[in-house]
């Protein structure tokens, strides 16, 4: 286990927009020294990076359930730790392969010269981090950044105080402020952080956070990838199996206690179904979790002002006619003072709801009456662009429309949030939801410049190309 060590020289000392711009100009100038690390100072890089943050685990444990309040050690070790582990592998095993120049093709008229896309390390990337799996979405960008070959300056969320003065800890304690930095602070550091000119800007956030973000971002023609939120649906089509769907719903939807980007945020289906449907959901959260106050593996909401948004949707839900059915029968004072909220289905929802407009990030699921796929795709549409899409059924024939007509960052089908996990896979929003992409290659790629080199042949034909034009130019021109 791994102490914050009080007497670190970097403790509070940089965090000014002042010095953070020295940070910046530091990193910059030393990657100007070594702009093309080989294969085996990247893997040093992400080796020992892998190293740290697994050898302190238990810490990372600690504080992040501090953080929330409470925050279930298993939740931790799956989806930050696991979800770590498979990305440093696949970073590893992969980054010699991704490195390597690739062919690309040469147009008739400019034969015998060659095409080749040579993959640049950009230089500097910035990586602003939310609270809610703090390590994972602050390490994954970063595994990145250094597989493209790049230092990196962070800025974790303020909401995890404990966390981000454990990471900054780790971080100095194996890394030169040269090749990376953490920089905490409150959201003016934030603020200042997201208008540096950094050589790309990666933000993991809300979405009205993440428009200022890239105002701020553009004026610097600093490149962006946004990951954001949205309100995630879940189609339940009626060719569903749901002995399959409710298990995996439930899960998905209280993973965290909800606090979760690509958490199943709304229910589409078939009114007839939805009583039997709430009831079985309702069930299985009991079965996951016998109580919700005092239980180990219950996350608690983050913040008392994140309670109190919980609180004021299901107030204003049940003030415009919504029926609500809370999971278990735990005293309403102990969760409060826990912030614990059990799962909570909101029927009879119409669209003036607030829980029906923004993103609900916690443990309330409202179910939607729609009758047919049309209807439940319609009212998707008519949403902004969300971060993920569950479908759940057995007709192949309406999974290919939803694939082939809904727009979302990702989709699951017959499962829920598991997409997000997979190494190989882009993770990304669309529209509100995001913009760009990482995890994997797709991360090597938006960490890198694809530089497009045309090598001349001593053979070239371009000189018909040049002036005095004759019939070979034109003979050329097809
Ligand atoms: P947030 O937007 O409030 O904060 C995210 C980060 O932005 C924090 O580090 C914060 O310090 C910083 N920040 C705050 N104000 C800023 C400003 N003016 N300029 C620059 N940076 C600023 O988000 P949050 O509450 O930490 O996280 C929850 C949101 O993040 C949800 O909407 C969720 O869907 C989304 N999210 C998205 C993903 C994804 O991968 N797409 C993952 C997790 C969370």
């Known amino acids: 286990m791994v102490r914050i060590d009080p007497s670190s020289k970097l403790k509070g000392k940089f965090d000014e927009p002042r010095e953070l711009k020295a940070i910046l100009s530091s990193q910059r100038a030393d990657f100007d020294r070594a702009p093309y690390p080989s294969w085996s100072v990247r893997k040093a890089n992400i080796e020992k990076l892998r190293n740290a943050i697994f050898a302190s685990?238990?810490?990372?444990?600690?504080?992040?359930?501090?953080?929330?309040?409470?925050?279930?050690?298993?939740?931790?070790?799956?989806?930050?730790?696991?979800?770590?582990?498979?990305?440093?592998?696949?970073?590893?095993?992969?980054?010699?392969?991704?490195?390597?120049?690739?062919?690309?093709?040469?147009?008739?008229?400019?034969?015998?010269?060659?095409?080749?896309?040579?993959?640049?390390?950009?230089?500097?990337?910035?990586?602003?981090?939310?609270?809610?799996?703090?390590?994972?979405?602050a390490i994954m960008p970063l595994i990145g950044a250094l597989s493209a070959g790049n230092r990196a300056m962070l800025k974790p969320s303020e909401y995890t105080p404990k966390f981000s003065a454990l990471l900054?800890?780790?971080?100095?304690?194996?890394?030169?402020?040269?090749?990376?930095?953490?920089?905490?602070?409150?959201?003016?550091?934030?603020?200042?952080?997201?208008?540096?000119?950094f050589d790309h800007l990666v933000f993991t956030g809300s979405t009205s956070v993440?428009?200022?973000?890239?105002?701020?971002?553009?004026?610097?023609?600093?490149?962006?990838?946004?990951?954001?939120?949205?309100?995630?649906?879940?189609?339940v089509d009626q060719s569903a199996k749901l002995d399959l769907v409710i298990p995996r719903l439930v899960n998905a939807k209280l993973l965290n206690a909800g606090q979760t980007c690509v958490a199943p945020d709304y229910v589409l289906m078939p009114q007839n179904d939805i009583n039997a449907f709430s009831a079985a959901v309702l069930k299985q959260a009991e079965k996951m979790y016998p109580t919700f106050?005092?239980?180990?593996?219950?996350?608690?909401?983050?913040?008392?002002t994140h309670y109190a948004r919980l609180q004021d949707l299901l107030e204003d839900a049940e003030n415009k006619g919504a029926?609500?059915?809370?999971?278990?029968?735990?005293?309403?004072?102990?969760?409060?003072?826990?912030?614990?909220?059990?799962?909570?289905?909101?029927?009879?929802?119409?669209?003036?709801?607030k829980i029906m407009q923004e993103e609900i990030f916690g443990p309330l699921l409202p179910i939607v009456a729609s009758e047919t796929l049309d209807e439940s795709l319609q009212y998707v549409q008519a949403k902004e662009r969300p971060l993920a899409l569950y479908w759940f059924g057995e007709d192949s024939d309406k999974k290919d429309k939803v694939l082939k007509t809904s727009h979302s960052g990702g989709v699951c089908i017959n499962e829920a949030a598991w997409h997000v996990v997979q190494d190989d896979l882009p993770f990304g929003g669309v529209?509100?939801?995001?913009?760009?992409?990482?995890?994997?290659?797709?991360?090597?790629?938006?960490?890198?410049?694809?530089?497009?080199?045309?090598?001349?042949s001593r053979f070239s034909q371009g000189k018909a190309l040049h002036p005095p034009y004759t019939d070979k130019t034109r003979k050329m021109m097809g």
Do not use: C
């Open 168 to 197: 900054k800890s780790v971080i100095a304690n194996n890394f030169s402020d040269e090749e990376i930095y953490v920089a905490t602070g409150g959201v003016d550091v934030a603020s200042a952080f997201s208008e540096l000119p």
């Open 293 to 304: 106050a005092g239980n180990d593996d219950f996350t608690s909401i983050i913040a008392d």
């Open 57 to 137: 685990e238990d810490a990372f444990i600690k504080v992040i359930s501090e953080d929330f309040g409470h925050r279930a050690a298993e939740e931790t070790m799956i989806a930050e730790f696991l979800v770590l582990k498979g990305g440093f592998s696949h970073a590893l095993k992969h980054t010699p392969k991704w490195m390597k120049t690739r062919k690309a093709s040469t147009a008739l008229p400019y034969w015998p010269a060659k095409n080749r896309i040579v993959p640049q390390p950009l230089g500097v990337v910035g990586i602003i981090s939310p609270w809610n799996y703090p390590l994972q979405l």
């Open 431 to 456: 529209g509100p939801s995001g913009m760009g992409a990482y995890h994997g290659e797709h991360g090597f790629e938006s960490f890198s410049h694809l530089k497009g080199v045309f090598h001349q």
């Open 210 to 235: 993440g428009r200022k973000v890239a105002q701020a971002a553009a004026k610097n023609l600093t490149p962006v990838t946004l990951e954001l939120g949205g309100k995630s649906p879940v189609i």
């Open 323 to 353: 029926k609500i059915a809370v999971a278990g029968s735990d005293d309403k004072q102990q969760l409060a003072k826990e912030r614990r909220v059990p799962l909570t289905v909101v029927t009879n929802t119409t669209p003036e709801m």
